[in-house]
């Protein structure tokens, strides 16, 4: 009798993703599209003459300033929670928030800037690019705000954790797109106001 040996293949363990963050990965996705479309409408609307040249408002620093710090803070908030250091986190999402909002507050003070400048909404195409690309920005930012508080609300129930980094990671990965979408328009706006 002889011996019978059988290879058995293990399976191979294929990619996932979490349900969530796929659906992140495609709203951020169809931002991108957006922003791509209009910020390539401005150059060819540019391009086609009677531009109003203005300077852009001094408070789109202080905006871009805010914005930086904020990711910082919550990715020192997401490495607080792979350590379980839960008041540390908690302190880091409420600093993450009042940044968002002061972002916002700065983004409204930029927008009386323009009018000071007598750059408006109507009119001339010049002004109402930068009021719908900063508007809509400023938009999607309140969205992430309110992926913060729920972030925040989760974390004071302790329902992130090491155990559980889910929500924190798909908070930290669209507020981080939304800084690097800000520094793209703040630079693209450099370059074509």
């Avoid at 002889?2 to 363990?13: A, C, D, F, M, W």
């Avoid at 350590?83 to 999402?93: G, P, S």
Wanted: hydrophobic letters at 55%; proline letters at 2%; aromatic letters at 16%.
């Amino acid at each position: 009798m002889g011996t019978n040996i059988r290879l058995v293949e293990s399976p191979q363990k294929t990619l996932s993703v979490h349900p969530h963050k796929f659906a992140l990965w495609l709203f951020i996705v169809s931002i991108v599209m957006i922003f791509a479309s209009l910020t390539s409408a401005f150059i060819v609307k540019q391009g086609e003459g009677s531009w109003l040249e203005y300077n852009l408002p001094s408070m789109f620093w202080f905006t871009t300033a805010t914005i930086l710090v904020s990711s910082v803070l919550l990715q020192w908030g997401y490495f607080a929670a792979k350590d379980d250091q839960f008041k540390k986190l908690n302190t880091l999402l409420v600093a993450t928030i009042v940044l968002g909002l002061l972002f916002l507050a700065g983004q409204w003070l930029s927008w009386k800037q323009l009018v000071d400048m007598e750059v408006y909404f109507a009119g001339n195409p010049a002004g109402s690019f930068v009021y719908v690309l900063t508007g809509l920005h400023a938009f999607h930012l309140v969205t992430g705000l309110v992926f913060l508080v729920i972030t925040l609300i989760s974390a004071l129930k302790n329902r992130i954790g090491s155990g559980n980094m889910v929500r924190m990671e798909m908070c930290v990965t669209y507020w981080h797109f939304l800084g690097a979408l800000w520094i793209y328009l703040f630079i693209f706006l450099i370059f074509y106001h």
